[in-house]
């Protein structure tokens, strides 16, 4: 049996050092606008490729069928991996991140995890690095806490919709989503998680309360408000710079049974947007509050009468939307059966303050589960055509309320000409609600407003629907708010250079590198963010901040480092 696991071992060395020396050509991407061309590979290379093919793993570590790793939601980027971990315990992570960190000088290897393959620009893909396959992970199992502040301990690999699932079982759910949840958890973590609650509850990065993160290093650390504060913000919407999320502590509260789904057009946007900006300064509001933006579509309200019911069916059999910019109103009210008696006399209450247009009022009654999960059925239907693994150059802009008034009356309706490739969101948060310290970037100002662009391309297209086109109008956008100065910050950034992401992060890119040196010193990790550089060597400075990761920006002393 030794001498069979030797000449194994022995066998996958060599064959990953013949495989260090082949270029695989499947690493280029017609549509990559920086991709670097492979070096010839060296010695070292193939070392250290050596070096993981000798690690044992509670689950395992693949140098073959990889391509998967190399694709994202994006469909614009791939990057191929040298190896793939699927990860079976926290410390098959650990290991392998602590085996290249060791390696130092020696090695160009990085390290990323992928969740659920829905990134949009290859952020989760290591160029000839080690991607890991965090829906492996399945440690610990789900723990429901049901006191006073409920909560439920999940893998950062587990999907939000399973997390629903089980919790409703226990008659909870967390308080804030994203709005498709078919996503991991240590994914949304990363960036931010916002949805149409975070008007109320914050994005979700608000609604943690511990984390177990393999820092850059190797370490496994638990951190929350009071233990190793400095990393628990830095890791929250720190787009996986600074440590891998295995392990969350989800806020819960108790969990509705019912929605009411309502939506209504405005011609206004100033109108619109009041009326969004009042509702989510109410102390009685709605659930949800969420919009988007519609331009030159025929036949709209005949599109949603196969899921909603018009108030006054005959005025709404006489509205047209063809060649209109029309603004939609997207709300939503919880409530449990025992409700029922009033619960439409609420909405009635909610409603008459607003000013929409009164023919296009449109309700739904649906459960609480088939609400939030209402995106995976667009999917489902949009996988039956083949029309859901497209590429999707998506663009999410965060915008100062001082701002959004000009940028509605360039963009909606000048240079987007209509919503054809694609839904257009657009409401307003208040972060005044939210916690502070987290890495996520946002506006100067405490309202903003996310409006996000999610277009579908065509592949072989070369027209209005194709991915050139998409790609132009999205620069013209972007270089109007440059030259407007409107205070913009983009949400799941994406830049080119450093200097590009120092101005994304204003002021807060010296605490933001500085974190970087301490909890991943040599740059290992997330490399496809394109933020930081692989480093080479640590001089003297780096090693005196890495010998005490344990203290952070914060200065508070370590508790939990396992």
Not at 18 to 43: E, G
Not at 321 to 337: D, H, I, P, Q, T
Not at 373 to 383: A, G, I, N, P, T
Request: aromatic share 10%; charged share 20%.
């Amino acid at each position: 049996m030794i001498n069979f696991k030797q000449n194994t071992i022995a066998l996958r060395i060599l064959t990953v050092f013949l495989v260090s020396f082949t270029i695989n050509r499947k690493n280029l991407c017609s549509n990559h606008p920086f991709f670097t061309p492979v070096k010839s590979p060296s010695v070292h290379f193939a070392t250290a490729h050596s070096s993981l093919a000798e690690m044992i793993f509670d689950g395992h570590l693949s140098f073959e069928n990889t391509e998967h790793t190399a694709k994202d939601f994006g469909g614009r980027y791939h990057f191929m991996p040298s190896a793939v971990l699927y990860p079976k315990s926290v410390s098959d992570i650990s290991s392998v991140v602590k085996n290249i960190f060791q390696m130092g000088e020696t090695t160009e290897l990085t390290v990323v995890a992928r969740g659920h393959g829905h990134s949009l620009e290859g952020q989760a893909q290591a160029h000839r690095g080690v991607v890991i396959n965090m829906e492996s992970l399945r440690e610990p199992e789900m723990s429901f806490h049901t006191g006073i502040m409920p909560y439920v301990d999940v893998s950062a690999g587990e999907l939000w919709i399973n997390i629903l699932h089980k919790s409703l079982k226990h008659g909870l759910a967390p308080k804030s989503w994203t709005d498709y949840l078919h996503l991991t958890v240590g994914g949304t973590l990363s960036n931010a998680g916002i949805s149409g609650q975070a008007f109320e509850h914050g994005p979700q990065i608000d609604n943690v309360y511990q984390l177990q993160v393999v820092t850059g290093t190797g370490e496994v650390v638990i951190c929350s408000e009071e233990q190793h504060s400095d990393l628990f913000h830095a890791v929250l919407g720190g787009l996986g710079q600074f440590g891998i999320i295995t392990r969350a502590r989800i806020a819960l509260e108790p969990a509705p049974k019912k929605v009411k789904w309502i939506r209504a057009l405005y011609s206004d946007f100033t109108i619109f947007s009041k009326d969004q900006e009042r509702l989510i300064a109410s102390e009685n509001s709605f659930n949800y509050i969420e919009g988007f933006v519609i331009i030159n579509r025929t036949g709209l309200l005949d599109n949603w009468r196969s899921s909603f019911s018009s108030k006054d069916p005959i005025q709404a059999n006489q509205f047209t939307s063809e060649g209109r910019v029309l603004f939609c109103l997207e709300v939503a009210k919880y409530f449990n059966l025992e409700e029922s008696d009033h619960i439409d006399k609420d909405i009635d209450n909610l409603l008459s303050d607003l000013n929409y247009i009164q023919s296009t009022l449109f309700l739904s009654e649906v459960s609480y589960v088939d609400f939030l999960d209402r995106v995976h059925v667009s999917e489902l239907k949009l996988q039956e055509k083949g029309l859901w693994e497209v590429p999707h150059p998506w663009l999410n802009l965060l915008i100062p309320r001082s701002s959004v008034h000009l940028f509605a009356k360039e963009v909606f309706g000048n240079i987007l000409s209509d919503t054809s490739n694609g839904p257009v969101l657009i409401y307003p948060v208040n972060k005044s609600r939210w916690k502070n310290g987290t890495s996520m970037v946002t506006p100067a100002e405490n309202v903003f407003y996310l409006i996000a662009f999610l277009s579908s391309a065509i592949p072989s297209s070369t027209g209005k629907d194709g991915l050139e086109h998409i790609l132009t109008q999205h620069q013209r956008i972007l270089n109007f708010c440059g030259r407007s100065n409107l205070g913009i910050k983009q949400y799941l950034p994406h830049y080119r250079t450093q200097e590009e992401w120092k101005a994304h992060f204003g002021t807060f890119w010296e605490v933001f590198s500085k974190r970087k040196s301490i909890y991943d010193p040599l740059a290992i990790l997330a490399p496809g963010q394109r933020i930081f550089q692989k480093r080479r060597h640590l001089d003297n400075e780096d090693l005196k901040l890495n010998s005490s990761v344990d203290k952070g920006l914060d200065g508070n002393p370590s508790k939990d480092i396992i």
